[in-house]
Nanobody, 125 residues
């Protein structure tokens, strides 16, 4: 069982940066090597994919519109995953969720078995 806990959210202004962290209660790279992902859900909107990173950190995938502003990374020794968000915009306001998948290439949210409770990011102009 993997328990994920996000942190680092908060209220920032347009153009600011924020780094989200996701701590796992279990090793993310061991007998079960998890692909880790970040998703977000804005008020009144569907959940959307933000980024994912493979078990070793050698491969990352981003939502096209976020490329260049967001960076996902992981530290398997610390059982942690991070999301660096730069040049934040008001449309980035959402609850951000960390998730773990045993799939090598998870294509949808349904492919992630474990989810955190989310951390709120609010970008004010």
């Amino acid at each position: 069982q993997v328990q994920l806990t996000e942190s680092g959210g908060g209220l920032v202004h347009t153009g600011d940066s924020l780094r989200l962290s996701c701590a796992s209660s279990a090793p993310l790279y061991s007998n079960w090597s998890y692909t880790m992902g970040w998703f977000r859900q804005a008020p009144g909107k569907d959940q959307e994919f933000v980024a994912r990173i493979n078990y070793s950190g050698s491969n990352t995938v981003y939502k096209d519109a976020l490329k260049g502003r967001f960076t996902i990374s992981r530290d398997n020794a610390k059982n942690a995953v991070y999301l660096q968000m730069n040049s934040l915009k008001s449309e980035d306001t959402a609850v951000y969720y960390c998730a773990a998948s045993s799939w090598a290439t998870p294509l949808r949210g349904e492919h992630y078995e474990y989810w955190g409770q989310g951390t709120q990011v609010t970008v004010s102009s």
